[in-house]
């Protein structure tokens, strides 16, 4: 491994490198919770979708929803990563308004997912693994909410007891760009596997961000050694959960602990919070005063145990993942990578671009797609699925491009009119006028005009050869837009040159 350009943050008198490791909430897509058959709806009234085992009452038992272990699972192979045939609940023992059991089920010694990987690409465009710790099962706690009143606080329990999976990474990361194409690659695994929506916003995709920074010539003695005692000491930035804001936080934490090493000082290991209005990370709590959870196995669960056959059925049964998708639209389908990794960026996109590029033209689809469809959408403020084309239109609309019956220019106005009104594209052609001229001779006619018209244009011609494009352009008019363009283009070099 090189260090690159973008991991290195400049301090006065030496380079350091960015070290970032990522625990990120994952909320598991699931009708019910992890332990009640509670619905997980979100926005739903408060304190509405709530069970007695949610509220802690005495004497109720988790019951395990064995669709969450499935999602979990389907997770872990997912991100290639080992599945424990046996996994355990502990529980996490803390008190909180918002934890009625006075207790988080959670699973800290023996996790249901071990050590995988997940692909990204530096700022630089160059590939990098990074690696997965462990994916871990938990319930997620309620809500306190302290900006209703001005004198009292609620709790919401809507949200107690909804299943997460935490995901860790190790301290692999090593620059803001990477945690956040770290972040989009998880979320987008998830998005394909539906085991997470991952919206962001809703809260359903959260990560505590650890920073620390290491002096430049101690990376190098880091990467030949693989010793993590080599790293600095770092801080973890709680809950999170905007790529932007985690983006300027890293950025922020790692120029404060530079400057604090720099004069001498040390870093100390604690908890912080991120401010976005003063763009600057504060302390929560300090090492020291770090809770003890008394962890210890959960006496109300027993362990979890998978049959190998079980989870090799999932993954026979997993879907294209992200990274596949995008390899076999470059080489099947015949389209950039940059173009691919626009397209496989939401799953419903990638599903539409498959249908419409299949057996037709990769490229064409591509541009449509992304040129006319996205830009209109992003235009209108609209979602992929307000699309209001179909697999059909578009197919028409590629084929009329690929056999030149329109021109692009002519495609644009099929598919606002499509967009507007809706239509056939075939019957569009003529209806809008947009059937192109490819009648050689008709052309020649128009070309052998222009030329006529215009002796000194055509002298001119022989020392300024780019003047052909002019002639080009009034063969286009004179036809009053419907010309060929590639015919044009051939019968003017040939006449002129
Ligand atoms: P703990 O159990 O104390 O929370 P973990 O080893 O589980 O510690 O690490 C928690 C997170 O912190 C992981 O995502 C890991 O990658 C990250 N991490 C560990 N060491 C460092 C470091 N030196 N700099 C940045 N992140 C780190
Ligand atoms: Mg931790």
Known sequence: MDINKSQVIRGANSDFVFVIGLEVHAQVKSKSKLFSSASTEFGAEPNSNVSFVDAGMPGMLPVVNSFCIEQAVKTGLGINAEINLTSRFD????????????????????????????????????????????????????????????????????????????????????????????????????????????????????????????????FQSFIKTGDFGLLGTRCEIKNMNSLKFIQQAINFEARRQIKLLETGKEVAQETRLYDPNKNETRPLRSKEDAHDYRYFPCPDLLNIELEREWVNKIKDDLPELPDQKYLRFINDLNITPYDSEVIIAEKSTAEFFEAIATNTDGKIAANLLINELFGRLNKDNLSFKDNPTTVEQMRELINLIQTDEISSKGAKEIFDHIWNFGGNPTELVDKLGLRQVQDTSLIEQIVNDVIKENPAQVNKVKSNPKLIGWFVGQVMKKSEGKADPKIINQIVNEKLN
């Open 91 to 218: 529980r996490k023992n803390y008190f909180y308004p918002d934890l009625p059991q006075g207790y988080q089920i959670s699973q800290l010694y023996e996790p249901i997912v071990g050590k995988g990987t997940i692909s990204i690409q530096t700022e630089e465009k160059l590939p990098k693994e990074v690696g997965i710790e462990r994916i871990h099962l938990e319930q997620d706690a309620g809500k306190s909410i302290h900006d209703m009143d001005p004198s009292t606080s609620f709790v919401d329990l809507n949200r107690t007891g909804i299943a997460l999976m935490e995901i860790v990474s190790k301290p692999e990361i090593n620059s803001p760009f990477e945690a956040v194409e770290y972040i989009k690659k998880l979320r987008l695994i998830m998005r394909y596997l539906e085991t997470c929506d991952g919206n962001m916003q809703e809260g359903s995709l959260r990560a505590d961000v650890n920073v620390s920074v290491c002096e430049i010539n101690k």
